[in-house]
């Protein structure tokens, strides 16, 4: 009778031990780090197996509308940017209206930092973007660029303030 008791004690020991085991690995693999998966974005977390749509970009900075812009080499004039998520990577970004030519000009820029770099690209009526970077610092984003017309090279600074 004692070693029928002592049996059933061990078997007893041994399904607890079983469920125990059981019940810890449902419990380990059934917890998910929810967070941002993807390693190109500025909130990266490595510890993160389950991405929740968090994740921000260097570009998102430069996302939005800007109002009562100006260039110098449009005296006087005053009008609004949009800049949006680019077609591309995730570092790029799509400045629409760029420099007041006009709501149908586009161009692309690729954003580094607090920096962006413009691709080159027709500004409308013969007018061709030959280079331009820019920066944004807080809500105001400054862009220098060369554009050519007819042959000559002009070099202008828009100043754009985000609302």
């Given at each position: 009778?004692?070693?029928?008791?002592?049996?059933?004690?061990?078997?007893?020991?041994?399904?607890?031990?079983?469920?125990?085991?059981?019940?810890?690995?449902?419990?380990?693999?059934?917890?998910?780090?929810?967070?941002?998966?993807?390693?190109?974005?500025?909130?990266?977390?490595?510890?993160?197996?389950?991405?929740?749509?968090?994740?921000?970009?260097?570009?998102?900075?430069?996302?939005?509308?800007?109002?009562?812009?100006?260039?110098?080499?449009?005296?006087?004039?005053?009008?609004?940017?949009?800049?949006?998520?680019?077609?591309?990577?995730?570092?790029?970004?799509?400045?629409?209206?760029?420099?007041?030519?006009?709501?149908?000009?586009?161009?692309?820029?690729?954003?580094?930092?607090?920096?962006?770099?413009?691709?080159?690209?027709?500004?409308?009526?013969?007018?061709?973007?030959?280079?331009?970077?820019?920066?944004?610092?807080?809500?105001?984003?400054?862009?220098?660029?060369t554009y050519d017309e007819g042959g000559f090279e002009f070099t202008c600074t828009i100043t754009g303030t985000?609302?």
């Amino acid at each position: 009778m004692k070693k029928m008791q002592l049996e059933f004690a061990k078997n007893l020991r041994f399904i607890g031990l079983a469920i125990l085991t059981s019940a810890m690995t449902l419990t380990y693999t059934g917890c998910k780090t929810e967070g941002c998966t993807d390693p190109t974005a500025t909130n990266y977390d490595e510890k993160a197996d389950d991405d929740d749509g968090s994740c921000t970009y260097e570009r998102d900075a430069f996302i939005g509308t800007y109002n009562n812009s100006t260039d110098n080499c449009i005296s006087g004039t005053s009008f609004n940017m949009t800049i949006d998520e680019g077609a591309g990577s995730t570092n790029q970004i799509t400045i629409n209206n760029f420099g007041g030519f006009g709501s149908s000009i586009s161009i692309t820029g690729t954003v580094s930092g607090s920096s962006v770099t413009l691709q080159s690209g027709a500004l409308g009526g013969g007018i061709s973007l030959l280079s331009g970077s820019g920066a944004i610092s807080g809500n105001i984003l400054t862009i220098n660029y060369t554009y050519d017309e007819g042959g000559f090279e002009f070099t202008c600074t828009i100043t754009g303030t985000k609302s």
